[in-house]
């Protein structure tokens, strides 16, 4: 096992694309930030882990990642969706760059992803934690640069249905100020159209709206659904099929275990 200087997770990260200035399709702003030096040392066997979900925006992404944080603490949450979310709501220069694609239902370019994701992750990767990345990558693009990063260990795809997606996204409400989500199918406000904690109003989001759900699932299709094929000719690739993430969990934590996470 090997560690770079000032990050743990030896054996995860390419030391041969980090001596090399992570050559290939990464965009040159993002450099190798945060793995500054090449230098390779001993270390310990505390190998950290990287675990991709993949599934349709709505498919229970979310959901299921927090049961794999309850049942795997080791693991820090990076989830593209929140992190685009909080930068919307704080007007921060990628937020307003972000804004754009989101209302109108497309997907948000490769290079600002990629800046977002691996400006969040690289503390924790250089504590030694293991990730857990939630809507990223997206495109082939992204999944080359992150292979000049890090070893992609196990990949959770999620098979659910376009029809429950768009049932299920279209009757999502939210309270804007903290990001609380309700769904008046089965965790409804207290009051219809009113937050549990400050009773100020809620809105539904204009990329929550069927018309733009149907757009999402449509682009996600034509670029997203290809890597896939690309973690299945890995052999790092499991797919879970069903409607409610309840009934498709088992079968994940069964599979986890049974990788010894």
């Not at 054996?11 to 050559?23: E, M």
């Not at 400006?119 to 999944?143: H, I, M």
């Not at 109003?201 to 204009?206: A, G, I, K, N």
Request: net charge neutral; with cysteine.
């Amino acid at each position: 096992m090997l560690r770079i200087a000032g990050v743990r997770c030896g054996s995860n990260l390419r030391t041969d694309s980090l001596r090399k200035g992570c050559r290939g399709s990464i965009d040159s702003r993002l450099g190798c930030r945060g793995f500054m030096s090449t230098l390779a040392q001993a270390a310990p066997d505390d190998d950290c882990r990287f675990l991709l979900i993949l599934g349709k925006p709505g498919g229970g992404k979310g959901t299921i990642s927090g049961k794999i944080l309850n049942d795997f603490p080791r693991f820090h949450h990076v989830s593209t969706g929140d992190l685009l979310r909080q930068h919307v709501r704080q007007e921060t220069e990628l937020g307003l760059q972000a804004k754009a694609f989101m209302h109108q239902g497309k997907l948000v370019p490769d290079s600002l992803m990629i800046d977002l994701v691996m400006s969040d992750a690289t503390p924790y990767l250089e504590d030694g934690r293991s990730l857990l990345l939630d809507g990223f990558p997206r495109t082939l693009k992204q999944a080359r640069a992150l292979d000049l990063v890090v070893n992609v260990d196990l990949v959770v795809n999620l098979d659910v249905p376009t029809e429950t997606i768009v049932e299920r996204i279209a009757d999502r409400w939210v309270h804007p100020g903290s990001g609380r989500v309700y769904s008046y199918s089965y965790k409804p406000p207290q009051v219809e159209g009113i937050d549990d904690v400050t009773g100020e109003p809620l809105v539904q989001r204009d990329d929550d709206k069927p018309e733009s759900v149907r757009t999402r699932l449509v682009a996600y299709e034509k670029v997203t659904a290809p890597l896939v094929d690309y973690y299945r000719s890995k052999g790092v690739l499991e797919t879970f099929s069903g409607t409610m993430s309840d009934k498709i969990y088992p079968g994940v934590k069964d599979w986890l275990e049974d990788r010894a996470i």
